[in-house]
């Protein structure tokens, strides 16, 4: 998957220019270090963030041991808190336990989608003709209007004038059927 290899080459990048501390906290894909730029992959109620929302890693809490007396009882039991990864989102820093990790991916390179509603100081935006079927004005310019400072368009400039040429796709949902219909959606 390219998206995935130009996030692991850009970290790598990152990693080679300054020093990291790990923080041991690893899924399937990545290796989390303190300093890291992150994504929140899915919605979260619980932690109040949502699926595109951007944090960086700031530390681990170590595990603990502590003692908890039950009120009614009277009987003590040792409760071990396991370590947590911190992130900050905009300043409000949120806990993830190891089973929670993979709700988290690197965030140094991702699909215009996932960057849709974000800016950047600086925006790469790569040009391929492998995934020229995709590339239409709408996209193109949500890509562009993602940057506050500067955009650098890299690759096939025939495929690039021609997605300025191409309207996007019209899209068949059954939406407007089905609003319209009397029996009731279902709702998650």
Do not use: W
């Amino acid at each position: 998957m390219r998206y995935l290899t130009l996030t692991l080459f850009l970290s790598e990048i990152v990693y080679s220019t300054k020093t990291f501390n790990s923080t041991g906290f690893t899924n399937d894909k990545y290796t989390f270090y303190v300093g890291d730029r992150v994504i929140q992959l899915k919605n979260n109620r619980e932690k109040n963030l949502l699926n595109g929302d951007l944090g960086i890693v700031v530390g681990v809490s170590p595990a603990v041991k502590t003692m908890k007396i039950d009120k009614d009882t009277g009987i003590e039991e040792l409760i071990e808190v396991p370590e947590k990864l911190i992130i900050s989102f905009n300043e409000n820093e949120v806990v993830y336990f190891r089973e929670e990790i993979d709700e988290l991916a690197l965030a140094y390179c991702f699909s215009i989608h996932k960057a849709q509603g974000s800016e950047f100081p600086h925006v790469l935006l790569p040009i391929s003709s492998a995934h020229k079927h995709m590339i239409n004005r709408n996209l193109l310019y949500t890509a562009i209007t993602r940057a506050k400072k500067e955009v650098i368009i890299i690759g096939e400039l025939d495929v690039f004038l021609n997605g300025l040429k191409e309207k996007p796709r019209p899209r068949f949902t059954f939406l407007k059927e089905l609003l319209q219909s009397e029996s009731k959606p279902f709702v998650l």
